[in-house]
């Protein structure tokens, strides 16, 4: 399925409000918030540790995913937040399909995510309140959009999954689907 992320990208920004400004701002505190993911990431695993339902997720991967969740909070102060960061949240959100992730896990994921960055700026940045505020929405702002994307892929590929179902199923083509889906439309 083709997919025009520019226009994912901008449904994404029309949600929430990340602007050019909020990424100059990331970009330009990033230096100073950067050192302190890997703590980040450690907690947030630590606490994903403490929820029974994550364990089958977690077994045996707790090391490469902190990897790469270290690598996406990096990515937050040094990206462009343009179709190719889209498309390539989109097909991490596809994974979590892939692996069966329960969709509660990534808004849930980005809550621990947030409550670890809001004490982190604030400690950081917590004398200039204007420019702390501004952090944070532009946080909150870039931290949502990757969650609207990666729960856009999420959709669209559980859709797709129940349809494929469906076709083994019914034993029906996925041509004669189409057609009857048209049909109906008209």
């Known amino acids: ?11 994404a920004r029309s949600f929430t409000h990340l602007t050019s400004e909020d990424e100059a701002l990331l970009k330009e505190v990033g230096a100073t918030i950067t050192p302190h993911l890997k703590s980040i990431t450690e907690s947030f695993y630590i606490q994903l540790g403490l929820i029974p339902e994550t364990q089958p997720f977690l077994e045996g991967r707790v090391d490469s995913l902190k990897a ?14 343009n179709a190719s960061y889209t498309e390539h949240m989109y097909k991490v959100g596809s994974v979590h399909v892939q692996v069966q992730l329960p969709v509660e896990f990534m808004s849930g994921g980005m809550t621990l995510i947030n409550d670890q960055l809001i004490p982190l700026i604030i400690n950081l ?14 946080i909150n702002s870039a931290t949502g959009f990757s969650l609207l994307t990666m729960q856009q892929s999420y959709q669209e590929a559980s859709i797709a999954e129940e349809l494929e179902k ?8 996925r041509v004669l689907f189409s057609n009857l889906a048209k049909a109906y439309n008209n």
Not at 68 to 81: I, R, Y
Not at 125 to 138: Q, R, V, W, Y
């Open 1 to 11: 399925m083709a997919h025009d992320f520019e226009q994912l990208t901008q449904y």
């Open 125 to 138: 940045f917590g004398e200039d309140t204007d420019k702390c505020a501004k952090i944070l929405s532009a």
């Open 68 to 81: 790469m969740h270290t690598q996406w909070l990096e990515s937050l102060f040094t990206t462009e937040f």
């Open 166 to 173: 469906f076709l083994k199923i019914s034993g029906m083509s």
